[in-house]
T-cell receptor
Framework: DTEVTQTPKHLVMGMTNKKSLKCEQH?????MYWYKQKAKKPPELMFV???????INESVPSRFSPECPNSSLLNLHLHALQPEDSALYLC??????????????????FGPGTRLTVL | KNQVEQSPQSLIILEGKNCTLQ??????????LRWYKQDTGRGPVSLTI?????NTKSNGRYTATLDADTKQSSLHITASQLSDSASYIC?????????FGTGTRLQVTL
């Protein structure tokens, strides 16, 4: 299995709803990422989990709450979102995450994304 | 501030023609340069990854070059196909922290 899967593909929610985005990979990767991408803009990093521990939080509002239940799963819990949070949410994974300086690299495999609309 | 600038912003070419996309980066720390292809509404797909010590890397009809001295990279697409129509994103950084360019939107027409 060489892919990252995301569910749901599309999500429409009201500002008072609570919902969750799910991401799964079975490549044995130990780093997983959440990105937010607005139309015609590059992806913006939100969170990085390395070995199931949160290693990077890019000052994301608390209405976004990540969770990594195990090395294969990554969730993003959503609560009290705003219309401006509507975007494509991308999950990615890589073999390892926060290590890798001096010429080393890790390819990030992206999922297909969840298109989120907040009404 | 880390920046990745791409040119042109958009490009239209005829099927079968070649094209070259440009990327200038100012990223620190830097250990690798990546090119991704992204179809509208889909996740990016990796085309090439180069470390700062590599000058060129190919993936089928895609060939990327890297000049770490001038901090420039290019992506050359040979014999374009309609399916090449997408955004091409240049990305620089380290294993976990990447800076994305805004992309070049390529349209291949008949």
């Amino acid at each position: 299995d060489t892919e990252v899967t995301q569910t749901p593909k599309h999500l429409v929610m009201g500002m008072t709803n609570k919902k969750s985005l799910k991401c799964e990979q079975h490549m044995g990767h130990r780093a997983m990422y959440w990105y937010k991408q607005k139309a015609k803009k590059p992806p913006e990093l939100m969170f990085v989990y390395s070995y199931e521990k949160l290693s990077i939080n890019e000052s994301v509002p608390s209405r976004f709450s990540p969770e990594c239940p195990n090395s294969s799963l990554l969730n993003l819990h959503l609560h009290a979102l705003q219309p401006e949070d509507s975007a494509l949410y991308l999950c990615a994974s890589s073999l390892t995450g926060t290590s890798g300086r001096g010429g080393s690299y890790n390819e990030q495999f992206f999922g297909p994304g969840t298109r989120l609309t907040v009404l | 501030k880390n920046q990745v600038e791409q040119s042109p912003q958009s490009l239209i070419i005829l099927e079968g023609k070649n094209c070259t996309l440009q990327c200038n980066y100012t990223v620190s720390p830097f250990s690798n340069l990546r090119w991704y292809k992204q179809d509208t509404g889909r996740g990016p797909v990796s085309l090439t990854i180069m470390t700062f010590s590599e000058n060129t890397k190919s993936n089928g009809r895609y060939t990327a070059t890297l000049d770490a001295d001038t901090k420039q990279s290019s992506l050359h697409i040979t014999a374009s196909q309609l399916s090449d129509s997408a955004s091409y994103i240049c990305v620089g950084g380290t294993a976990s922290k990447l800076t994305f360019g805004t992309g070049t939107r390529l349209q291949v027409t008949l």
